[in-house]
């Protein structure tokens, strides 16, 4: 069984940045994408950013395009989510997720992390 261990959340004022890290216990044919999604309170879960196997992201969502920027480790089997200029509108519980496709759903993906807090004061 995959598991996804997060961190790095945590509190930070707007305009600042933050790193989520999140290691897989193994990589298999089922996670290879791994990437982000978030959650803030009444909101659906929407994708943030992946990365394939191979490098290859896909497209950022529009919400966060220039400020986060999503890379593997040379071992592959850590993802990173680099936060930069944080509004107070990126305020959820971010996900790290693993996924046998390259896709945007949910419902797509295999194996979730616990999630960790991230929290921007305007």
């Known amino acids: 069984q995959v598991q996804l261990v997060e961190s790095g959340g945590g509190l930070v004022q707007a305009g600042g940045t933050l790193r989520l890290s999140c290691t897989a216990s193994m990589r298999t044919a089922g996670t290879y994408s791994m990437g982000w999604f978030r959650q803030a309170p009444g909101n659906e879960r929407e994708f943030v950013a992946s990365?394939?196997?191979?490098?290859?992201?896909?497209a950022d969502a529009d919400s966060v395009k220039g400020r986060f920027t999503i890379s593997q480790s040379d071992a592959k089997n850590t993802v990173y989510l680099q936060m930069n200029s944080l509004r107070s509108e990126d305020t959820a519980v971010y996900y790290c997720?693993?996924?046998?496709?390259?896709?945007?759903?949910?419902?797509?993906?295999?194996?979730w992390g616990q999630g960790t807090q991230v929290t921007v004061a305007a």
């Open positions: 990365i394939n196997w191979s490098g290859d992201r896909i």
């Open positions: 997720s693993a996924a046998g496709r390259s896709s945007k759903e949910p419902s797509q993906v295999g194996y």
